[in-house]
């Protein structure tokens, strides 16, 4: 048993270098792909694609039924198990392919476009291949082959970036929004299955009760956390329109852009790392809180920075004709200064088998969610996105402090101090840079940009560098880097 810190230590170190290099490749694909895109095609293409969005993510929601994380958080799991989640999951993803196909000319209809019906019927696509690619996907993930699912990452990538571009220049508009994405389901799912080997059995639909309550209370909690990330696209493109939604949508991934190329696939290192030593509480809420402390000065500062440099960001990436996206952005911008650290709560919500309280924090939050939405809705995208962000720091951040002290073993001291030192010093540089701006307006856009993210990246290293805790993970970071390099 001694040598299974060290192991985790090795593993995770190497987890992380393959994670952060193949995100690393895919960041970069999809900057390339946020810009190009944005060059090829119009505002309305993206409303449009961005208008059927939700209605898909909605459906999709169901395609797994959660047995996915199920698989990885558990400590042991039979083969007979396993056979029944790939079953159930695959019946789940077929399901819902047929609801969305069936869905698609009510979707023409409550929009009012015939055009949403085919981009319906080829966003279906997807969710049968994901659901057939969910089981070994997680078995790689659970056995902590982060190496191949580091290339299986990148391999999606390229191929979904290249088919759309290659769409969109062929002059076949917003289709190139759909044709991405489902080529690059069916290369994950490929890769996925020439991977692990592992082939299914005869039919079973049986689930272990613990696998399935797990599961259930998880879907749950993406069900209503669905609300609080699509509701809003809806209503602005109902009531605003799709040219609007259109600008609305390109702030929205811009601002996703750095935290789900980070999060996500963060997570899937981390899942199973803490799950291996969820009754170790002191280790967990020391790799926990380390962790998040690199994941805050990696991605706030870029977010401040993004933030505080709205107009020449925008009108440097997407053109001068994109400008109406700056003020969505600088708000969506201000609510996605606590975002990376709060998303990492499921982490611990998850690995202590805590789904249920996920679950009924995740009602919580779209609610409150949902409220901020329909209250900014009469000033437009701009109004959402200044609900939304207000709505996070005043009604959901101080909620769930408190139930990280509930579950533990992170308080909600350590969860606030992670967010509030570099949200803090996100301020600061922000004050600076407005300072700054007059004299270097005449330099262009780039300089702007690049003095934004000096300041921001410059501030929060002075304030980690202070507190003990965030010089600590700095430091265990710098050693990481240099053992390497040795």
């Known amino acids: ?12 170190l190497r987890g992380g270098a393959l994670t952060g290099a193949a995100q ?75 609801v969305v196909a069936a869905l698609s000319p009510l979707v023409a209809s409550f929009y009012g476009d015939a055009r949403m019906t085919g981009i319906a019927l080829a966003a279906a696509m997807p969710l049968l291949l994901g659901s057939l690619a969910a089981l070994p996907l997680a078995l790689m993930n659970r056995h902590m082959r982060f190496g191949q699912l580091a290339i299986n990452d990148v391999l999606t990538g390229v191929t979904g970036l290249v088919a759309a571009i290659a769409a969109a220049y062929a002059g076949l508009g917003y289709w190139a929004l759909v044709i991405g994405p489902a080529i690059g389901a069916l290369v994950t799912l490929l890769a996925a299955w020439r991977a692990t080997g592992w082939l299914p059995k005869r039919p079973d639909l049986r689930v272990d009760r613990d696998i399935l309550s797990f599961g259930a209370n998880l879907t749950g909690f993406n069900l209503v956390n669905f609300f609080s990330r699509n509701l809003d696209n809806i209503l602005i493109g109902k009531f605003s329109g799709a040219i609007e939604l259109g600008y609305y949508d390109r702030a929205y991934k811009l601002l996703l852009f750095p935290l789900q190329n980070i999060n996500q696939p963060l997570s899937r290192l981390m899942v199973p790392l803490l799950s291996r030593i969820q009754n170790d509480k002191v280790r967990f809420r020391d790799a926990y809180l380390r962790t998040n402390w690199l994941l805050a000065f990696v991605t706030v500062p870029g977010i401040a920075a993004l933030t505080m440099a709205a107009e020449p960001v925008v009108a440097l990436l997407f053109g001068e004709r994109w400008l109406a996206v700056a003020p969505i952005f600088a708000w969506l911008g201000i609510a996605g200064l606590m975002q990376p650290v709060s998303s990492t709560t499921g982490w611990v919500f998850i690995c202590q088998g805590k789904t249920g309280t996920m679950f009924r924090w995740g009602i919580y939050s779209a609610l409150t969610t ?27 951040l101080p909620v769930l402090a408190v139930l990280m002290q509930r579950v533990g073993p992170v308080s909600a001291v350590d969860f606030l101090l992670v967010q509030g030192l570099l949200i803090v010093a996100a301020g600061i540089a922000w004050l600076a840079y407005a300072e700054l701006q007059p004299m270097l307006t005449s330099h262009g856009n780039l300089v702007l940009a690049a003095t934004a993210a000096v300041l921001s990246y410059a501030v929060a290293l002075t304030f980690m560098v202070a507190v003990p805790q965030s010089r600590c993970a700095l430091g265990d970071a710098w050693r990481m880097v240099v053992r390497r390099k040795g």
């Open 1 to 12: 048993m001694n040598a299974v810190p060290q192991q985790l230590g090795r593993i995770a």
């Open 24 to 98: 690393a490749v895919r960041m970069g694909i999809q900057f390339v792909s946020v810009v190009v895109l944005a060059r090829l095609l119009a505002p309305e293409d993206f409303g449009l694609v961005a208008s059927v969005g939700p209605i898909v993510a909605f459906v999709g929601l169901f395609q797994n039924l959660g047995l996915q994380q199920a698989v990885i958080q558990r400590s042991d799991i039979a083969p007979a198990q396993l056979n029944q989640v790939f079953w159930i999951s695959a019946l789940a993803g077929l399901v819902c392919t047929v």
């Open 370 to 396: 949902v409220i901020a939405f329909v209250a900014g809705l009469r000033w437009g995208a701009v109004g959402v996105a200044a609900a939304y962000a207000i709505s996070g720091y005043v009604l959901r």
